[in-house]
Nanobody, 126 residues
């Protein structure tokens, strides 16, 4: 059982930056695809970014050029650097772990494909 714990959320003004972190209870980044998802108030959960064991990445169009996903295998930690934040980025952000081939299959931003989820961290942009 993989346990994921997000941190780094908060309130920020438009144009600002935040970095989210996701700590895993065990080594995951060598075999899992790791993703960041978000759920705005009253809306469905959506994929934001994903990274696989090779370091290949995928981003939602809405965040390309502004968000960067990365990982530190030695620390079992996933990151999401968010720059140029907009009010529409306001959401609960979740990290998730799923099968390692999700990115290759083109499903890396599909939440139903992920097996393990963190509890979420709130990001509010005003």
């Amino acid at each position: 059982q993989v346990q994921l714990v997000e941190s780094g959320g908060g309130s920020v003004q438009a144009g600002g930056s935040l970095r989210l972190s996701c700590a895993a209870s065990q080594y995951t980044y060598g075999s899992y695809c790791m993703g960041w998802f978000r759920q705005p108030p009253g809306k469905e959960r959506e994929g934001v970014a994903a990274i696989d064991s090779d370091g290949s990445t995928s981003y939602a169009d809405s965040v390309k050029g502004r968000f960067t996903i990365s990982k530190d295998n030695a620390k079992n930690t996933l990151y999401l650097q968010m720059n140029s934040l907009k009010p529409e980025d306001t959401a609960m952000y979740y990290c998730a772990a799923g099968p390692g081939d999700l990115l290759t299959l083109g499903w890396a931003l599909v939440s139903d494909e992920y097996n393990y989820w963190g509890q979420g961290t709130q990001v509010t942009v005003s």
